[in-house]
């Protein structure tokens, strides 16, 4: 069985740091593109980025608003995911998913909250 | 990037009525290189993750009711509830997955009258 759990989430203050994890399980994490989405309270899904498997280059890309900020990736060896995320902003508050997808998402966690705050 | 719009924003119907959500693209999502359209449903209930419903813009999740269709090429597309059913209340997300950056829908709301 597929399976995505996301840890890492908590308060933080605009400017700090934090780095989310994904625990992946039931798939051959080593060849599976992966992918961040976020939900800010109450609107709706947003793609961050995602990153290659390490033998289609581990290459990633991201939207604009996170691109230089945030940071995607991956342990293969421990078949886990990570999101690096600095320079925080009150509007990237939200609830942060993994998805072993680099198009469409099949497979969600049950998320993590991140709350940026003073 | 692709814009991805919905609409409407919110629908109220009575259970057993028919459902249509709409999708519309800033530009085709069609992949040539299997001629599927790159457009992706989801639904999501309060408090949970979303859940996928159909992909390739018709191409529906095994386990997901056959009251759902999708369809659609280009630009526009719909999904259907052929008969809404009171676990049905939830919000509706579409998807291109056409280019980087992929893009959502801002969702459609749908309740029971």
């Known amino acids: 069985e597929v399976q995505v759990v996301e840890s890492g989430g908590g308060l933080v203050k605009p400017g700090g740091s934090l780095r989310l994890s994904c625990a992946a399980s039931?798939?051959?994490?080593?060849?599976?593109?992966m992918s961040w989405v976020r939900q800010a309270p109450d609107k709706g899904l947003e793609w961050l980025g995602r990153?290659?498997?390490?033998?289609?280059?581990?290459?990633?890309d991201y939207i604009a608003p996170v691109k230089g900020r945030f940071i995607i990736s991956r342990d293969d060896s421990k078949n886990m995911l990570y999101l690096q995320m600095n320079s925080l902003k009150i509007e990237d508050t939200a609830v942060y998913y993994c998805?072993?997808?680099?198009?469409?998402?099949?497979?969600w966690g049950p998320g993590t909250l991140v709350t940026v705050s003073s | 990037d692709i814009v991805v719009t919905q609409s409407p924003d919110s629908l109220t119907l009575s259970l057993g009525e028919r459902a249509t959500i709409n999708c519309r693209s800033s530009q085709p999502v069609l992949y040539r290189s299997n001629n599927k359209n790159s457009l992706a449903w989801y639904q999501q209930k309060p408090g949970q993750p979303p859940k996928l419903l159909v992909s390739w813009a018709s191409a529906r999740e095994s386990g997901v009711p056959d009251r759902f269709s999708g369809s659609g090429s280009g630009t526009d597309f719909t999904l259907t509830i052929s008969s809404l059913q009171a676990e049905d209340v939830a919000v509706y997300y579409c998807q291109q997955y056409y280019s980087t950056p992929f893009t959502f829908g801002q969702g459609t709301k749908l309740e029971i009258k």
């Open positions: 990153i290659k498997s390490n033998s289609d280059g581990a290459t990633t």
């Open positions: 039931g798939f051959p994490f080593n060849i599976a593109w």
């Open positions: 998805s072993p997808s680099g198009i469409f998402f099949a497979y």
